[in-house]
């Protein structure tokens, strides 16, 4: 079951019985240029709301009216957190492990190697939250600018891999 709520400024939110909430409306901003939406891309529950709600006039008067969101302190944190996160599952895939959890899930294992291996990743994990927060902090205390998330990123210490054989 879903329910669907339409707004007449606003996007159509979409909530299915987990709760989970997704919003969609006739186009969106990617870097500073509003986009349409392709109503065809629109789960079909969303896109007969979408059709019904998103009449021609409103959509011109949305496009005319509609600013780039100004993101919170919280959208923020979340988007530097999550790249953060896909930084280091994509270092552990880099090792052809299946994430970040699975790599750290072998730091007890009996195959040297991969213990190895993950006991690296665990201390650079640490190191890469521990400088994450620290700098997130200064950022939200106005200590220092805030950085673009690649910049961020870039920021990010090196992990140091075992050598084979250690």
């Known amino acids: 079951m879903m329910d669907i709520y339409t707004d007449p400024t606003g996007p159509i939110t979409l909530r299915d019985a987990g709760g989970h909430t997704t919003l969609y409306a006739p186009g969106e901003w990617r870097q500073g240029v509003w986009e349409a939406t392709a109503l065809t891309t629109l789960p079909e529950a969303v896109r007969v709301a979408a059709e019904e709600h998103w009449t021609a006039a409103r959509v011109a008067a949305y496009r005319i009216g509609a600013k780039p969101p100004v993101p919170t302190t919280e ?67 106005g200590q220092r600018d805030q950085p673009g998330i690649g910049e961020f990123i870039a920021e990010l210490p090196a992990i140091d891999w075992p050598e084979e054989g250690e």
């Open 75 to 141: 959208d923020m944190v979340e988007a530097f957190r999550a790249a953060i996160q896909s930084h280091v599952d994509t270092v552990a895939t880099s090792r052809r492990y299946d994430s970040a959890v699975s790599l750290a899930s072998y730091v007890a294992s009996n195959n040297p190697a991969w213990a190895a291996e993950a006991q690296a990743f665990v201390a650079w994990r640490d190191a890469v939250w521990v400088y994450a927060y620290a700098e997130m902090d200064k950022v939200l205390n």
